[in-house]
DNA sequence: CGATCTGCTTGCATGTTGCAATCAGTTGCA
DNA sequence: TGCAACTGATTGCAACATGCAAGCAGATCG
């Protein structure tokens, strides 16, 4: 690990950590898709990530303290990547992230979707959200009701209706 | 200008723009630190960036229609970068960047103090800043009442403070 | 026992980055 | 007029990062 910081500027530092075209994109595949081992991550990439970048990657998450792995019980050799609080506060950056690109930059309707949705449920929805993130990774005890539909499934589920729509409207 | 996209991503395509360790930082020192000039950019980095770097960004950003540069009419080798409403709208995200940055890297009390004033001013300081760099970058008129210290202002004289106060608190 | 899956590494060609030096034109001053 | 300082860049070069294809050893399944 380089322990050399350019500055100590919180803009700069946080650049130091994902100012790369890949970290960004592993955690969000993580957070929002729900992946947990290398491959899920190496093989749902839609941007392709190449599997010695991924693996350089996650050793970097894991140095910096955004990811923990640990050993999956169902496989010896598999692995189960988790996210740390720190990259669970990432959430509300992921989001303005989205929002902008939204505005500004070239999205695909059905990729973009989800990124609506988060700006629409503001803060009270990433707080929401976060939750579940650290049930899932961190154990922590779920504070939603019981029956509630998870945002992720909620995120999900809206993809898929925007999937499923989107040859209809090219047919009709 | 490479117009092929690894996906149609929101997120991901942000990252397209911004995801290197040198265009945030280059539109941090304009949008906080007010900088209009090649040579303000280059010596006022406290990151020492590059004069070739800084040349390459500085149009790339031009490509993407985050800056446009303008003739300093008092010499005629001097350009005038400026900001657009593209850039403009990124202050919520350094924000966060910011505050993320704050909590959970090294930074410098000096450094992070204006990024503590953003997040405690939340979303009505940021629209206040917003609203100012559309005035000094695009013309826009000035909304805020008259006689009221800019917010660059007021966090630079925070920084200010804070440096002033340094040599103090080490005699002390 | 062999096919397949696991996370991950290697080799290699190519692209990007950073540093120092340098460029030509402009300006201010003597 | 002469000349140093300054303007926004550009160049050469070494180091590093990236992407692709192939390969690795161990675990699991049938």
Known sequence: MNTEHRSGCPINLSLEVFGDRWSLIILRDIIFGGRRHFRELLNGSIEGIASNILADRLKR???LGLLTKADDPSHKQKAIYSLTEMAITLVPIM???GAWGRVWLPVSEELSIRAELLEK???PLWDRFMDELRHE???APVKTPPGTATVRRQLQAAYEAVVARKP???AG
């Open 61 to 63: 998450l894991m140095e």
């Open 95 to 97: 989001a303005h992230l």
């Open 121 to 123: 449920g503001g803060p």
């Open 137 to 139: 990774h961190l154990g």
């Open 168 to 170: 209809q409207a090219t």
